[in-house]
């Protein structure tokens, strides 16, 4: 071909640059930690799936204040086990709090009354909102090489947790 003409033969095509998406799930703790944990080795993600810890100085927790007796803390067991909460804590470890119940720990206060909220429609309304000022630790997952299918499947999963974000992140090299 002389300089200017133009050919028939088709050009080559432009290469496709593979965008690989991630996507971070959490912040979990508790019960719902356990459960996400075993929801997502459902999946088979194996090298794709992996988890960091966030930490907080202070967050809320949702409480039945300290209890007079051994008896009254295994009845007030008993009423939370009937509600189906299994994710509770008698706290042994402070003079101040001693045989109180921990129903849960929240990164925010309106995390926190959300929850209390959703306890006090099921019957349970003894429970009180305070702050804690000791660090709490959350877990979040990270998910590499996210397709159509298993974003989607993440998204109906977060559904069943109400204070989670599952939200699209860049992927780390």
């Not at 496709?16 to 996400?36: I, N, P, Q, Y």
């Not at 129903?103 to 309106?110: D, P, Q, S």
């Not at 909102?129 to 993440?154: H, P, S, Y």
Request: aromatic residues 10%; contains cysteine.
């Amino acid at each position: 071909l002389r300089a200017g003409t133009s050919s028939s033969l088709p050009k080559p095509a432009a290469k496709a640059v593979a965008v690989k998406t991630c996507m971070e799930w959490g912040e979990f703790s508790g019960s719902d930690l356990a459960r996400s944990e075993k929801e997502l080795a459902e999946l088979k993600l194996a090298d794709r799936l992996a988890r960091r810890t966030v930490e907080y100085d202070r967050g809320y927790w949702v409480y039945i204040p300290p209890l007079a007796s051994k008896e009254a803390v295994n009845r007030n067991i008993a009423a939370i086990r009937a509600l189906g909460l299994e994710d509770f804590y008698v706290v042994r470890d402070t003079k101040q709090w001693y045989n109180a119940i921990s129903l849960g720990v929240f990164k925010t206060e309106e995390a926190a009354t959300s929850f209390q909220a959703l306890l006090y429609k099921k019957g349970l309304r003894t429970t009180k909102v305070g702050e804690r000022k000791r660090k709490l630790k959350f877990t979040v997952f990270v998910i590499r090489n996210v397709d159509a299918t298993l974003a989607a499947r993440l998204s109906a999963m977060r559904k069943d947790y109400a204070h989670s974000e599952l939200k699209t992140v860049p992927c780390a090299n």
